[in-house]
C-alpha cells in the first residue's frame, strides 16, 4: 500500500521535528521517516543528557527534553512517524510528485522531500580491521537481527554499553556467551550490569578482560578472534562475533540521489533552502551555503523559510497568506486542539 | 606553538596551536580527517588519539565522562585519550600525538 502525504521529511532530529511544525501553520502534512527507533537524532542518541545552553529563551536544556518538547510542539499537526528504517530510494513520478521507499519496503508518495538528516543515519560503527569485509553479516554480527541463527553457537560479544550487556544477559539463555570488554565497569543500565554480574558469578556468561586485535577466517563458518588484555594475547574461535562499539553517522543512500554536494554536504539556496533538485530541500546540519553555522537554531530558521516554498508545491493554487500565530485565530485553533 | 600529529597513513605534520583550541578542534581545523562527530562534548569516541608517552605526565588526567566514552573507540591503550577534552596550553608546546584507527 502506498501511504500518500504533501511532505516527507526524512531525519527526526530537532530541525526535522521543528519542521512538522512550520509545515503544519501553513497545512502541509508530513510523514518522518528516522534510521533510529525513536525520535530526537544527535540530541537524543548522543547527548540526551547533556545540556545545550542556545536555544532562544531556553537558558538550559537537555537534549532529551528538546527532543520531547519538539515532539509536543509537533503533535496538533499528526505528523506520521516511520522509524527504524532509512530511505532506500526515491523516484520522481510523472505527476510530479516523488515516490519514496524505505529499507521496509514502505512506500510513500509525497508533492516535496525534506532532508533534515544532521550528519546522516546513525549505522553501528565498524571494526577497523582490514580485510575482513567478507565476514562482516557472517560471522560478525554488528547487529542481531535474528536470533533464531545464534542457538547454541559460541559467542564473542565485545563493549561495556547497554547493546553488548543486553545481548549477552538475552543471549546466554540460549548459547555459550562470552562478554569482553576493556575493563570491569559498563556503561549500561546498573540493572543489565548487575544481571549481567549475576549470570558470570552462575557461570552462565564467562567474562573477559580485553580488546580484539585481529580476526582470522578458518574456513570452517568459524573465526579466530585474537584478543589483548595489555600484552597478554589470546586467541578465541567462535561461531559468531558481536561488537557493539556504538553507532557512527553515514550520508548513505543520500549521496546517490543526484543532487549537488559539497563534501558530503547538501548545496542549498539561502532564500529557500532548495537542493539542486526542484521541490527537494535541506534544512539543518546536511546543508551548506556560505557562512553556514551547524547551530540547532540556524536549522529552525530554515525550516521556516523552506516551509514557505513548500506551500508553492503543496498549494500550487492558493495564496500564501502569511499569518502570525498571535492573531490568527484559525491557527490558534489548530494549536489548541488537542 | 606548534603540536605534532601523525595520521593514520604515518604522515606526520606540524600544526600550529593556540590556546584558545582543544586537540581535536586544532586537528580538525587544519583540515585533518578526523571525525569529531559530536562536536566535541564528550558524547563520541571520534577524535579517539594517543599521546607520546613523554608527553602523558603533563596533560590533566582522564575523567569518568571520558574514560567511559574510550569504551566505543578501537584498541584503547594506556596512552589513548579523546583530543577534545584537552585544552591546548603552553606546558603542551610541542605534544606528539597520533590518530587512532577508526
Not at chain 1, 521543528?18 to 503544519?24: C, K, P, Q
Request: hydrophobic share 40%; glycine share 6%.
Amino acid at each position: 500500500m502506498i501511504e500518500k502525504t504533501d511532505v516527507v521529511i526524512i531525519g527526526a532530529g530537532p530541525v526535522g521535528l521543528f519542521a512538522i511544525f512550520e509545515l503544519g501553520l501553513l497545512n502541509i502534512s508530513c510523514h518522518v521517516i528516522d534510521n533510529l527507533d525513536k525520535p530526537g537524532g544527535q540530541c537524543a542518541e548522543l547527548y540526551p543528557e547533556k545540556p545545550i545552553y542556545d536555544i532562544p529563551s531556553r537558558v538550559s536544556i537537555s537534549g532529551q527534553e528538546l527532543t520531547d518538547d519538539l515532539l509536543e510542539q509537533a503533535k496538533p499537526f499528526k505528523p506520521v512517524y516511520h522509524l527504524s528504517q532509512q530511505v532506500e530510494k526515491i523516484e520522481k513520478l510523472e505527476s510530479g510528485e516523488w515516490l519514496i521507499i524505505t529499507s521496509v519496503n514502505k512506500s510513500i508518495k509525497a508533492k516535496c522531500i525534506v532532508i533534515a538528516a544532521g550528519a546522516g543515519s546513525f549505522v553501528p560503527r565498524k571494526l577497523p580491521i582490514s580485510d575482513i569485509a567478507h565476514l562482516e553479516e557472517k560471522n560478525i554480527l554488528y547487529a542481531v537481527r535474528n536470533k533464531s541463527i545464534l542457538e547454541g553457537k559460541k559467542l564473542l560479544i565485545v563493549g561495556g554499553g547497554d547493546s553488548a550487556l543486553d545481548w549477552t544477559n538475552e543471549l546466554s539463555k540460549t548459547s555459550n556467551v562470552t562478554l569482553m570488554h576493556r575493563r570491569k565497569e559498563f556503561k549500561a543500565s546498573p540493572d543489565s550490569v548487575s544481571k549481567m554480574l549475576e549470570l558470570e558469578k552462575n557461570k552462565k556468561v564467562n567474562f573477559l578482560l580485553g580488546q580484539i586485535k585481529g580476526i582470522e577466517d578458518l574456513k570452517n563458518d568459524k573465526i579466530k578472534v585474537i584478543t589483548k588484555n595489555n600484552e597478554e594475547i589470546e586467541n578465541f574461535e567462535v561461531d559468531y562475533l558481536l561488537p557493539f562499539f556504538g553507532l557512527k553517522m553515514e550520508l548513505g543512500p543520500i549521496a546517490n540521489w543526484g543532487l549537488n554536494l559539497d563534501e558530503n554536504l547538501i548545496k542549498v539556496d539561502t532564500e529557500k533552502f532548495e537542493t539542486s533538485v526542484p521541490s527537494i530541500f535541506a534544512i539543518g546540519d546536511i546543508n551548506t551555503y556560505p557562512g553556514k553555522l551547524k547551530l540547532i537554531l540556524s536549522g529552525f530558521h530554515e525550516a521556516a523559510l523552506m516551509a514557505q516554498e513548500c506551500f508553492k508545491y503543496c498549494y500550487p493554487d492558493k495564496k500564501n497568506i502569511f499569518r502570525y500565530t498571535t492573531s490568527s485565530k484559525e491557527l490558534q485553533k489548530k494549536l489548541t486542539s488537542i | 606553538m606548534k603540536i605534532s600529529v601523525t595520521d593514520r597513513d604515518g604522515n606526520k605534520q606540524i600544526l600550529e596551536a593556540d590556546n584558545n583550541s582543544t586537540l581535536m578542534e586544532i586537528i580538525r581545523d587544519e583540515g585533518i580527517d578526523i571525525e569529531a562527530a559530536c562536536g566535541g562534548c564528550c558524547a563520541c569516541a571520534t577524535c579517539h588519539v594517543y599521546i607520546d608517552n613523554k608527553w602523558m605526565h603533563k596533560l590533566d588526567p582522564i575523567d569518568d565522562d571520558e574514560e567511559s566514552m574510550l569504551d566505543q573507540a578501537f584498541d584503547v591503550k594506556k596512552n589513548s585519550r579523546l583530543s577534545c577534552q584537552i585544552q591546548m596550553n603552553d606546558e603542551l608546546d610541542g605534544l606528539e600525538l597520533e590518530l587512532a584507527p577508526e
